[in-house]
């Protein structure tokens, strides 16, 4: 087959198995690990036109220069923090993502953990588990989700589509942004500190990348306080995860949901004792129809580069 019948691509890291055995029916398809020497890629996968790759993989300048044919990047994930979309656009290199398709399971993510951690369901889980209930253990009271004050960090998409989610129960539903949004009922507050400040819930639902990095600092977290609860489905370098450590272990804030770390797969050790805290392994859009979806999204993506089509969903 041509070249131009089954057009070189590289799998840029593990790929959701659906995803890999749709793209071999349709693209030569080389395999490229995530730590691959990309000075030392041999001659066939440097003729790669496309590359696909998710969200903690990305794709760097320097991976996009060790494939000189590369066109697009068709990305398995709404995130593209891991891109670096400069370097992209200055070479002509077309960049997509998959948003919308996975913004009701991250968004049930996020409701779900903050239910489970306001609730102590996790920790009351373990407790009935380990037979300490039945021998008269006393689970502690907990907070409350309805009446709270929802602060979402980030009212893009899933920000949106959790605070509907939360609109019934919610006491007041505040964000905080760049800028004020034009076309919501949630109550814009500019400064980081008033909004923590004026949160019982903190929800980290912005996108990550350099300009987010350790936005939500030891200020932020004091501000939002013992009773406060924090909240993340985004990235977990958008918050100082040291000082969170630091927060959860002094108890100046009252405990946190986290489906995502800064250095996944690996989670601070001391998160792992922590009853007031529930862990994730980074599944907001692990579910089966989501997963498919994304699949399909990146696929539709590349036949339609290769038709010569518009792009569905394009970043660059
Ligand atoms: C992961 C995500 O990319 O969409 C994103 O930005 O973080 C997730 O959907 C997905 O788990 C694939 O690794």
């Not at 918050?239 to 108890?251: G, P, Q």
Request: charged share 20%; proline share 6%; no cysteine.
């Amino acid at each position: 087959m041509t070249d131009a019948q089954r057009p070189p691509i590289v799998a840029y890291g593990p790929l959701y198995p659906y995803l890999t055995q749709q793209l071999e029916r349709r693209f030569t398809v080389h395999a490229v690990a995530a730590d691959a020497d990309l000075a030392a890629l041999p001659p066939p996968v440097r003729e790669a036109r496309a590359l696909v790759s998710f969200g903690s993989v990305g794709a760097s300048a320097a991976a996009m220069d060790a494939l000189p044919r590369l066109e697009m990047i068709g990305l398995f994930s709404v995130g593209y923090d891991k891109v670096d979309v400069d370097h992209a656009r200055a070479n002509g290199i077309r960049v997509t993502n998959t948003p919308d398709v996975l913004t009701d399971d991250v968004a049930d993510l996020a409701v779900g953990l903050l239910y489970a951690t306001i609730r102590n369901i996790a920790a009351n889980d373990r407790m009935v588990r380990s037979g300490a209930w039945a021998r008269g253990g006393k689970p502690p009271l907990s907070g409350r989700v309805t009446g709270s004050r929802i602060g979402i960090l980030g009212l893009g998409r899933i920000g949106r589509a959790i605070a509907k989610r939360l609109e019934p129960v919610a006491g007041e539903i505040l964000y905080h942004n760049r800028r004020e949004a034009v076309d919501t009922p949630y109550r814009y507050v500019a400064d980081p500190i008033d909004f923590a400040r004026a949160s019982d819930v903190l929800i980290v639902a912005t996108s990550g990348g350099p300009e987010a990095a350790k936005l939500v600092d030891t200020a932020m977290l004091d501000a939002l306080g013992p009773e406060g609860v924090i909240v993340n489905i985004s990235r977990g370098g958008v918050i100082d995860e040291e000082a969170m450590v630091a927060a959860l272990a002094d108890k100046r804030i009252a405990g946190a949901g986290l489906d995502v770390f800064a250095h996944e797969p690996h989670v601070p050790e001391a998160l792992l004792t922590m009853d007031h805290v529930v862990l994730q392994p980074h599944q907001g859009s692990a579910t089966v129809h989501t997963r498919k979806a994304m699949a399909d999204l990146v696929l539709a993506n590349l036949d339609a580069w290769f038709a010569g089509e518009k792009l569905l969903t394009p970043v660059v």
